[in-house]
């Protein structure tokens, strides 16, 4: 009969940074079997080896870079080998490997670009794929505080209320998430991201009143003068209480 092989890995699944050890086994010692009979899909195959049993050979898959939703696999043309009669090899091929080298990213966003006392900013973090292992603890706020972490009906979107810092102004507020803090269904690390600033006046204005004189009498008058910390808006004199 003619020869033939079987090709297996030592792995399931493949994401960024792993190789899949490949093996194959020939019925028979083949003759003339090298690395450039074997066909790879989506990867690239390294070291193919034979280690003193003649009938079995090794060499390591590695995966294409940035892939998603695809698989690898290896397979040997038949004829390209033969055994030491000289009959040609029969075909073999590899079970697929999934292989997921995609990081996922994610991008922040808030729904006002400024802030005054008494209100807040959702935040919405947008993911590439779906997270694992992010929670609340994971994202930095700056120049405030953010609320309770809500998943959406989408599993890519999360949000979370901002609220900012009481008595300041000129701030610029912020959230992030770190790169890391994250990963995707195949385990790979999570790239980090930012919101855009947020500009924060939470300071309340004020007003100093003074007069030019300090008593008067009967037919006297005075001019008062109003310094306010920011310019006023509405401010008429029928908000003067005399």
Same mark, same amino acid.
């Given at each position: 009969?003619?020869?033939?092989?079987?090709?297996?890995? +030592?792995?399931?699944?493949?994401?960024?940074?792993?190789?899949?050890?490949?093996?194959?086994?020939?019925?028979?010692?083949?003759?003339?079997?090298?690395?450039? @009979? !074997?066909?790879?899909?989506?990867?690239?195959?390294?070291?193919?080896?034979?280690?003193?049993?003649?009938?079995?050979?090794?060499?390591?898959?590695?995966?294409?870079?940035?892939?998603?939703?695809?698989?690898a696999?290896?397979?040997?043309?038949?004829?390209?080998?033969?055994?030491?009669?000289? +009959?040609?090899?029969? *075909?073999?091929?590899?079970?697929?490997?999934?292989?997921?080298?995609?990081?996922?990213? !994610?991008?922040?966003?808030?729904?006002?670009?400024?802030?005054?006392s008494?209100?807040?900013?959702?935040?919405?973090?947008?993911?590439?794929?779906?997270?694992?292992?992010?929670?609340?603890g @994971?994202?930095?706020?700056?120049?405030?505080?953010?609320?309770?972490?809500?998943?959406?009906a989408?599993?890519?979107?999360?949000?979370?209320?901002?609220?900012?810092?009481?008595? !300041?102004?000129?701030v610029l507020?912020?959230?992030?998430?770190?790169?890391?803090?994250?990963? @995707? *269904?195949?385990?790979?690390?999570?790239?980090g991201?930012?919101?855009?600033?947020?500009?924060?006046?939470?300071?309340?204005?004020?007003?100093?009143?003074?007069?030019?004189?300090?008593?008067?009498?009967?037919?006297e008058?005075?001019?008062?003068?109003?310094?306010?910390?920011?310019?006023?808006?509405?401010?008429?004199?029928? @908000?003067?209480?005399?």
């Amino acid at each position: 009969p003619a020869p033939s092989v079987i090709i297996t890995f +030592d792995k399931s699944a493949l994401k960024i940074g792993e190789q899949a050890r490949a093996t194959f086994t020939f019925t028979e010692a083949p003759v003339g079997f090298t690395a450039e @009979d !074997v066909t790879v899909s989506n990867g690239t195959l390294s070291g193919l080896s034979n280690a003193g049993d003649p009938l079995v050979y090794t060499a390591d898959l590695t995966p294409g870079a940035g892939l998603s939703g695809v698989s690898a696999g290896l397979s040997v043309a038949a004829g390209s080998y033969t055994n030491l009669s000289g +009959d040609p090899g029969l *075909a073999g091929a590899s079970p697929a490997i999934p292989v997921d080298t995609l990081p996922p990213t !994610v991008s922040i966003s808030s729904s006002t670009a400024t802030l005054r006392s008494a209100e807040t900013a959702t935040i919405t973090l947008t993911f590439s794929e779906a997270p694992t292992g992010f929670s609340l603890g @994971d994202l930095s706020a700056t120049g405030g505080t953010l609320g309770s972490l809500v998943g959406t009906a989408n599993p890519l979107v999360y949000t979370a209320d901002f609220t900012p810092q009481a008595g !300041v102004s000129g701030v610029l507020g912020s959230v992030s998430l770190a790169a890391g803090a994250y990963t @995707d *269904a195949a385990g790979n690390s999570g790239g980090g991201g930012s919101s855009s600033a947020i500009a924060i006046n939470t300071l309340g204005p004020s007003v100093a009143i003074t007069a030019a004189n300090g008593t008067l009498k009967a037919g006297e008058n005075t001019e008062v003068t109003f310094t306010f910390s920011s310019v006023p808006t509405n401010f008429t004199a029928s @908000d003067i209480v005399v």
